[in-house]
C-alpha cells in the first residue's frame, strides 16, 4: 500500500527567506504525486502534481516541487515565502498503475512565515 | 474552483442521533470520497464510491454509511452519532484518470455533545 511521510509538524520561515517542505512517499512503480495547501475553514486546493518527465514541476502562487526518484521524495519550495503562505500543506500519493484510484495523504505540515 | 458543495456547513448535534452529510458535485467526476480531518491525523478516507451506487470502504469506515443514487450526490450517514465522531468532514471529487487530482469541498464541522 502507498504511504507518504512529512516528517516535520511545523516548518517556521522568516518572509523573504526560502521555504521548504519535505514529503517521502512508498508506492508500488511508479508515482503520481500531488500538493496540497489549505488555508483555515477550507478544504484542501491543488497546488501542483508531478507525473511524468521534468523532475521540476512548477504550480500555483510561485511554489515548484522537486522529484528524486532515488530518494523516493517531493519536496515542495518556494523561493521567497510570503506571510499569506502561512497554511497548511499535504503531500500526497497514488501508483501510475495499480490498485483502485485512492491517494494516500501525509499528515501535513503547519507553516508559518514569520513577517 | 470545482464545483462541489457540501451541507450543511455547521452542525451540533446529541449522542444517539442520526446525521446525514451531504456532498454535491457539478462536474460529473466519476469519483467521489469522503473524509475525515483530526488533529495529529491528517485526512482519514472514510468511504469512497467509484459510481452510481458503488462504493468501497476507507481505513475508518465503522460507524458510517454512504449511499450514492445518482452522480452528482453522494450521501455521509452516522447511524448513531457518538462524540469520537466529532471531526471535519471533507468530500473530494476526481475524474477517470490516475493523474489528475481530487479536488475538495469546504468541509463540514461537526460536533457530537
Known amino acids: 500500500a502507498q504511504s507518504v511521510a512529512q516528517p516535520e509538524d511545523q516548518v517556521n520561515v522568516a518572509e523573504g527567506n526560502p521555504l521548504t517542505v519535505k514529503c517521502t512517499y512508498s508506492?508500488?512503480?511508479?508515482?503520481?504525486l500531488f500538493w496540497y495547501v489549505q488555508y483555515p475553514n477550507r478544504g484542501l486546493q491543488f497546488l501542483l502534481k508531478?507525473?511524468?518527465?521534468?523532475?521540476l514541476v512548477k504550480g500555483s502562487y510561485g511554489f515548484e516541487a522537486e522529484f528524486n526518484k532515488s530518494q523516493t521524495s517531493f519536496h515542495l519550495k518556494k523561493p521567497s515565502a510570503l506571510v499569506s503562505d502561512s497554511a497548511l500543506y499535504f503531500c500526497?500519493?497514488?501508483?501510475?498503475?495499480?490498485?483502485?484510484?485512492?491517494?494516500?495523504f501525509g499528515k501535513g505540515n503547519q507553516v508559518v512565515v514569520i513577517p | 474552483d470545482a464545483g462541489i458543495t457540501q451541507s450543511p456547513r455547521h452542525k451540533v448535534t446529541e449522542t444517539g442521533t442520526p446525521v446525514t452529510l451531504r456532498c454535491h458535485q457539478t462536474?460529473?467526476?466519476?469519483?467521489m470520497y469522503w473524509y475525515r480531518q483530526d488533529p495529529g491525523h491528517g485526512l482519514r478516507l472514510i468511504h469512497y464510491?467509484?459510481?452510481?451506487?458503488?462504493?468501497d470502504k476507507g481505513e475508518v469506515s465503522d460507524g458510517y454509511s454512504v449511499s450514492r443514487s445518482k452522480t452528482e450526490d453522494f450521501l455521509l450517514t452516522l447511524e448513531s452519532a457518538t462524540s469520537s465522531q466529532t471531526s471535519v468532514y471533507f468530500c473530494?471529487?476526481?475524474?477517470?484518470?490516475?493523474?489528475?487530482?481530487?479536488?475538495f469541498g469546504d468541509g463540514t464541522r461537526l460536533s457530537i455533545l
Open positions: 473530494a471529487i476526481s475524474g477517470r484518470d490516475r493523474n489528475q487530482p481530487q479536488h
Open positions: 508506492v508500488s512503480g511508479n508515482p503520481y
Open positions: 508531478y507525473i511524468t518527465g521534468d523532475n
Open positions: 500526497a500519493v497514488r501508483p501510475e498503475y495499480y490498485g483502485n484510484n485512492r491517494l494516500a
Open positions: 462536474e460529473n467526476h466519476r469519483y
Open positions: 464510491s467509484y459510481g452510481v451506487k458503488d462504493t
